[in-house]
């Protein structure tokens, strides 16, 4: 699944194809997934110009100059492709045809991926604007590994596995510390961490393949590459599950419990 880093390339990629130009129609091949009726999707969407897409959490918004936003969520296996034309994607869920001809197409081929129309507000922070007060606070509130509660997106938007992972690797701490037990200089070091890991791996994404817009860039991380048996540091790799996802990690990592 597409974590911050990606989807913020993306954002940046979108932005320099269509920013700017008029969405003449959208075409729905599958609205099971759709918030509101195709009608409802059109009608509000259908002759504006799109004045920019963000990343927001783990959704991409499509910003119209008449206020109304779409959101896509990629979910596990959702891509965006580029059109020159007509959509002839398979597994489509919908596509956007600007003025010009060009286009952008939607596929899941589980049909899970979800574009909403004007998705609710919400305080929950972005984990590259995330205070250390925030963060202080809502890991000494619970017991439950510091991994897990990185990866709530209830808690905090944007990191995923492979991200939560490289984070806590870089900042030498356990994925299965107890939350409530770390001391402060650990928390301190855990934000550093979300920062400079975040915004390095988008870096590294952009100096690979400048123009994606779709799939996952993950050879440049550190320790979350199952066919790699050892860090840049010499340390093994370990393997386990948390919470039902596969967690690497290494000896480095202090444990806090």
């Known amino acids: 699944m597409p974590e911050l880093p990606d989807l913020q390339v993306f954002s940046k990629n979108l932005n320099k194809l269509f920013k700017g130009k008029t969405l003449n129609n959208i075409e729905i091949t599958n609205a099971k997934n759709l918030n509101v009726s195709a009608a409802k999707l059109r009608e509000a969407l259908e002759g504006s110009e799109l004045a920019e897409v963000k990343r927001v959490g783990k959704e991409l918004h499509f910003e119209f100059n008449n206020k109304h936003i779409l959101a896509i969520?990629?979910?596990?296996?959702?891509?965006?492709?580029?059109?020159?034309g007509s959509n002839e994607n398979k597994f489509s869920i919908i596509a956007l045809f600007f003025k010009g001809g060009k286009g952008l197409a939607l596929t899941d081929f589980q049909a899970l991926a979800t574009p909403t129309l004007d998705p609710a507000e919400s305080d929950i922070p972005d984990a590259l604007g995330v205070t250390e007060a925030y963060l202080k606070q809502k890991l000494s509130k619970t017991k439950t590994p510091v991994k897990t509660v990185l990866m709530n997106q209830k808690v905090l938007r944007g990191i995923g596995n492979a991200y939560a992972d490289e984070i806590l690797w870089d900042a030498r701490l356990s994925p299965f510390s107890v939350s409530n037990?770390?001391?402060?200089?650990?928390v301190q070091q855990l934000l550093k961490s979300i920062e400079e890991v975040l915004k390095d791996a988008e870096k590294q994404i952009v100096k690979i393949q400048p123009d994606i817009i779709s799939g996952e860039i993950r050879d440049f991380l550190k320790v979350h590459l199952p066919k790699q048996k050892r860090t840049e540091t010499g340390a093994t790799i370990h393997q386990k599950r948390l919470a039902g996802r596969k967690t690497y990690f290494t000896d480095e990592q202090e444990m806090f419990e």
Not at 181 to 186: A, H, I, R, S, V
């Open 73 to 84: 969520h990629l979910m596990l296996n959702g891509k965006l492709h580029t059109l020159d």
């Open 181 to 186: 037990k770390l001391p402060e200089g650990k």
